[in-house]
């Protein structure tokens, strides 16, 4: 399309307008009408959704820390969270499964601000600005590829995003009975990294059941941390920092309860060091397998 003088673009929008004028629809009371319209049947889309919801509520319990059920759109009111569980699996909310899914591909801690700022922010800018961007008056999809380009990949991203974010694996099971299983699992270490045997899916480190240490790359990096790991020793005492690196070592990549390949390494400190430790860390299983 040639590139039109400024005066020729002003003669063209005054040759619309004034065929607008003459044959288009006035904004009162045909736009107001549609938009009346519109938002009549938004509102009591609303209010079905929410007559539904209360009419499917179960009784209401006896117990007032229970749940009381609901039906397809979901429960009156969940049970009263529980401090004392060591295995809950927190989940965003369904409009925030995209960026849930973001975190789990961009995991590492030098690209968590790519998937949690930078790419939202680049979409909601593209989105905002495009039609300052491309002035294009034409109509037909044909003629404008980029911005239908546009248009089309950023909601099938997202809905993508949404759909796997919903699939996401969640925690990898209950928390063993095995020494420092369930410290493991109540400290930071769930936040960061999975590992079966403690029924943790942290996204943000390695994958233990993967990586597999040993125990002195375990106790090194628990003791003075390294990258994106903070260093424990301030914050654990020397029987609990071993207790930890013996219960990695010893589990990370084990199959049902046979230890992973580098038990090992720890069967000098592992379970010994959990028992002075104490509390958490002893954990309750009568004896720690390994070789």
């Given amino acids: 399309m040639p590139r039109l003088t400024t005066r020729e673009r002003r003669e063209r929008y005054e040759r619309e307008y004034s065929f607008q004028k003459r044959h288009g629809k006035p904004f009162f009371p045909n736009a107001v009408f549609h938009d009346t319209i519109v938002s009549l049947v938004v509102v009591a889309l609303i209010m079905g959704m929410t007559i539904l919801w209360h009419a499917q509520f179960g009784g209401v319990p006896g117990e007032g820390t229970a749940e009381r059920i609901g039906g397809l759109l979901g429960p009156a009111y969940e049970a009263k969270a529980d401090p004392g569980v060591l295995g809950y699996d927190p989940r965003p909310d369904w409009y925030f499964f995209f960026l849930f ?59 993508a995003l949404t759909f796997y974010g919903s699939k996401a694996p969640g925690a990898a099971g209950a928390v063993s009975n ?98 002075k430790a104490g509390g958490l860390f002893a954990g309750t299983a009568a004896s720690a397998a390994g070789p």
Wanted: glycine share 10%; aromatic share 8%; with cysteine.
């Fill in 101 to 159: 899914e973001l975190l789990r591909i961009f995991k590492t801690p030098e690209l968590l601000i790519v998937g949690s700022i930078i790419i939202p922010t680049i979409w909601m800018v593209l989105l905002i600005g495009w039609p300052f961007i491309d002035r294009n008056p034409d109509r037909r999809l044909s003629r404008r590829p980029i911005a239908l380009a546009l248009g089309v990949t950023v909601p099938i991203v997202l809905l």
């Fill in 178 to 275: 095995e020494p420092g299983a369930a410290a493991f699992a109540a400290g930071s270490c769930s936040t960061c990294h999975t590992l079966a045997n403690a029924g943790t899916a942290g996204n943000v480190g390695p994958v233990l059941d993967q990586a597999m240490p040993d125990y002195a790359r375990v106790l090194d990096l628990v003791t003075n941390g390294q990258g994106g790991m903070p260093a424990f020793k301030a914050t654990y005492s020397e029987d609990e920092i071993k207790c930890l690196a013996g219960y990695v070592a010893t589990w990370a990549g084990a199959t049902g309860t046979t230890p992973g390949p580098n038990a090992a390494s720890a069967k000098d400190v592992y379970p010994a060091a959990c028992a």
